[in-house]
Nanobody, 119 residues
Framework: QVQLVESGGGQVQAGGSLRLSCAAS????????MGWYRQVPGKQRELVAG???????YYGDSVKGRFTISRDNRKNTVYLQMNSLQPADTAVYYC?????????????WGQGTQVTVSS
């Protein structure tokens, strides 16, 4: 079981920046990929960005060049730096962490943090 604590959401004007954080804790053998997804009402949750244990990153097409994902393996924390925010980025952002426990691989979701971008 992994507990995820997200922070950093809020409201910002178009063109502004926000930084999200997600700290993981729990009884695991190791952490694997960590990432961020987002969801708006009536739509499926979509990948925003992910990062492997080795630091390899991948992004959704709509955020490439504007968002940067990073992680601190000593703190088991993943970050999402969001720049040049647009109203279309408005959504609830969810942290997702993949880990290995005594019973095998599993994934956990954070509670979600609202990001609102006004025009």
């Amino acid at each position: 079981q992994v507990q995820l604590v997200e922070s950093g959401g809020g409201q910002v004007q178009a063109g502004g920046s926000l930084r999200l954080s997600c700290a993981a804790s729990g009884s695991v053998l190791s952490y694997n990929d960590m990432g961020w997804y987002r969801q708006v009402p009536g739509k499926q949750r979509e990948l925003v960005a992910g990062i492997s244990i080795d630091g390899e990153t991948y992004y959704g097409d709509s955020v490439k060049g504007r968002f940067t994902i990073s992680r601190d393996n000593r703190k088991n924390t993943v970050y999402l730096q969001m720049n040049s925010l647009q109203p279309a980025d408005t959504a609830v952002y969810y942290c997702n962490v993949k880990a290995v426990g005594v019973h095998g691989d599993f994934a956990s979701w954070g509670q979600g943090t609202q990001v609102t971008v006004s025009s």
